[in-house]
């Protein structure tokens, strides 16, 4: 889209991706994306923060054309879809450093073949100078890569976040306008993207919180004219507390899992315990995702393929250990024909899940009166522990 002004001094260049429905070949975006890049503006300085994702090549140059002069270039985050046409506007603005993080440095030389003779590390708490704005740089390592910073621009009361804050959401809105959808793909966003280093977004969530801002202008996604909506959704979704509820992410082949899994649906809301299943054979992996960021248990449901887990509920169950939800509690239950080593196939697969394990229950062919008074039985573990959990609310 056109270059547009954001707030006097800056305007952003937003590359809308409102087809895109996959990222990294692995994450689904059912409302597309965007990409932006911002110019600041100084009295004595002008300064490009990012550019955009490789697909954008052709639009991006119509786009910055009005952009004659760059005296700053800033890589906060050397990852394709923000660095992508960095080749392309260090060639465009030939005198402009290439301002970056220490890590950020060889990054850019391998991944993108920045010249090093370009390059300009910034440490973190440097201030650049535009005139009468000023750019303080504030590393936030693993927000998303190890070498991902912010920028702040005090006089303007603006945080450049990256991918701190933002949504994977195709709009033509500056700012966010429907708060409720934003935060829906914010939350996404987060469970994807962030969720496998909420500890350090803890110390990165204080570092920025102690700035004095009142707009985030993130990499993806509307800029936050509200910023505490997107802050206190990262203090909740990182912090301790999670929901009465659990996540149930099952198969069924022929349809004897699909019936314990109905039972124990009915057993945990009879307990008042919400239950959020998933079929995998056509659930939206990235709304899995989502449910785990503030779920307290999660439920394994699997029938027995070859003695083992079923290959789908496998790839659950892999990306749920390396999305590393704060979940607490887990069980696992399903059935088989002959023989099963389903379920310790299934503990073996989520070793980053700090979790206690309530119980396995698991059948030979069809549910029988036995296997419903198990699950009752599992039921009432996790109603237990939710129950005594102070964090469970
Ligand atoms: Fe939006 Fe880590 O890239």
New binding site residues.
């Given amino acids: 889209m056109h270059i547009r002004q954001i707030r006097e001094g800056i305007d952003v260049i937003c590359n809308v991706d409102w087809g895109r429905r996959l990222f990294d070949s692995l994450i689904p975006l059912p409302d597309g994306t965007s990409?932006n890049a911002y110019i600041v503006y100084g009295s004595e300085g002008v300064a490009l923060i990012d550019s955009g994702d490789p697909c954008f090549r052709e639009q991006f140059l119509k786009d910055i054309e009005p952009v004659k002069h760059v005296d700053f270039i800033v890589s906060q985050?050397a990852?394709q879809?923000?660095s992508g046409l960095l080749p392309e506007m260090v060639e465009r603005y030939p005198k402009a450093p290439v301002l970056c993080s220490d890590k950020a440095r060889d990054m850019l030389i391998t991944h993108l073949g920045i010249p090093a003779e370009r390059i300009r590390v910034v440490a973190d708490g440097e201030e650049v100078s535009l005139g009468d704005k000023t750019m303080k740089f504030v590393y936030t390592p693993w927000v998303?890569?190890p070498e991902?910073m912010c920028t702040y621009v005090p006089e303007l009361k603006t945080l450049f976040s990256?991918?701190f804050f933002?949504s994977h959401l195709a709009t033509s809105d500056l700012f966010v306008t429907d708060a409720a959808q934003v935060y829906e793909a914010a939350k996404r966003y987060f469970s994807e993207?962030m969720m496998p280093f909420s500890k350090t977004i803890v110390r990165n969530l204080a570092k920025v919180a102690a700035l004095d801002f009142d707009l985030i202008a993130p990499?993806?996604g509307p800029a936050f004219d509200n910023p505490a909506m997107i802050v206190d959704a990262y203090h909740e979704w990182t912090g301790p507390k999670m929901k009465n509820e659990v996540v149930l992410p099952y198969i069924s082949m022929h349809g004897s899992t699909k019936l314990m899994v109905d039972y124990l649906i009915d057993a945990l809301a009879m307990r008042g315990v919400k239950v959020l299943p998933f079929d995998l054979a056509v659930t939206d992996i990235g709304k899995l995702a989502m449910s785990l960021v503030d779920t307290a248990t999660i439920i394994i449901g699997t029938p027995t393929v070859h003695v083992g887990v079923h290959p789908l509920v496998h790839y659950a169950a892999y990306l749920a250990n390396l999305l590393k939800p704060k979940v607490k509690y887990a069980a696992v239950i399903g059935s088989y024909g002959w023989g099963s080593k389903a379920v310790d196939q299934i503990v073996a697969t989520i070793p980053n899940l700090k979790v206690d394990v309530l119980g396995a229950v698991t059948c030979k062919g069809v549910p029988t009166a036995e296997v419903y008074s198990e699950l009752d039985s599992l039921a009432d573990a996790v109603a237990a522990a939710h129950k005594a959990d102070e964090n469970v609310v």
């Fill in positions: 990409y985050h990852e879809d923000h998303h890569w991902t990256c991918d933002g993207i990499g993806h």
